[in-house]
C-alpha cells in the first residue's frame, strides 16, 4: 500500500472509536427485554435521532444500495445540520464508514471504519460523514433521519481525493 498522505485503512467500528461522530446501532450492546407475551425480544433505545426546527419529524426509509470498488476514491463528504442520521443494514454484511470531525466548519482528515455483522450507525447531528458504502455486494438498509423544512443537506468536495483501503487491502 502507497505511503501517500491522503490514504487511510478503515479500522473495526466500535462504539468509543465512532462516539465523537454519533452512535454505533449494536444489539449486542443492551439487554433486551421481552414483549409480545415473551414471543419476541425488543432492543430498546439503540440510538437517538436528534432533529431541529419548526415542522421538523423523524422519517424511516428504505435505501437499496450498489457496492462500491475498493480501494475507496472519497471525494465528497455531506452533513446534516438539522437532524441525525442513521442506517440499519438490512443483512449481516459489513459495509465502509467514513467520517471526518468537524475543522472550522469544514471536514477534517477522514477516518475509516468496517461494521461487525450486523451493526449500524446513526451520524449525530452536523457530522460530517461519506456516502453510504456498502462493497461487495448490493446491499439494503433502513433510514431514519429528518424531515421537514430547511435545508438538512451540506456537501464538501475535496481538491485532491483520499483513497480509503480495507483491511488487509494492498
Do not use: K
Not at 470498488?69 to 465528497?76: E, K, S, V, Y
Not at 442513521?86 to 467520517?99: D, K, T, Y
Amino acid at each position: 500500500m502507497s505511503a501517500h498522505p491522503r490514504t487511510l485503512v478503515a479500522r473495526p467500528l466500535t462504539a468509543e472509536a465512532f462516539a465523537p461522530f454519533g452512535t454505533v446501532i449494536d444489539a449486542a450492546a443492551v439487554a433486551p427485554r421481552p414483549m409480545n407475551g415473551g414471543m419476541a425480544r425488543r432492543f430498546h433505545d439503540l440510538a437517538a435521532v436528534e432533529v431541529v426546527g419548526e415542522g421538523s419529524r423523524v422519517v424511516i426509509g428504505l435505501v437499496e444500495a450498489q457496492p462500491y470498488p475498493m480501494p475507496l476514491r472519497l471525494d465528497l463528504v455531506e452533513r446534516h445540520p438539522l437532524g441525525a442520521q442513521a442506517f440499519l443494514p438490512l443483512s449481516a454484511a459489513p459495509f465502509l464508514v467514513v467520517v471526518c470531525p468537524d475543522a472550522s466548519g469544514r471536514p477534517g482528515p477522514p477516518r475509516a471504519f468496517v461494521t461487525a455483522p450486523g451493526q449500524g450507525i446513526c451520524y449525530a447531528r452536523n457530522t460530517w460523514h461519506g456516502v453510504l458504502t456498502p462493497y461487495g455486494q448490493p446491499q439494503d438498509f433502513v433510514v431514519v433521519d429528518r424531515g421537514g423544512p430547511g435545508a438538512n443537506l451540506e456537501e464538501h468536495t475535496f481538491a485532491e481525493p483520499w483513497t480509503v483501503h480495507l483491511p488487509g487491502q494492498d
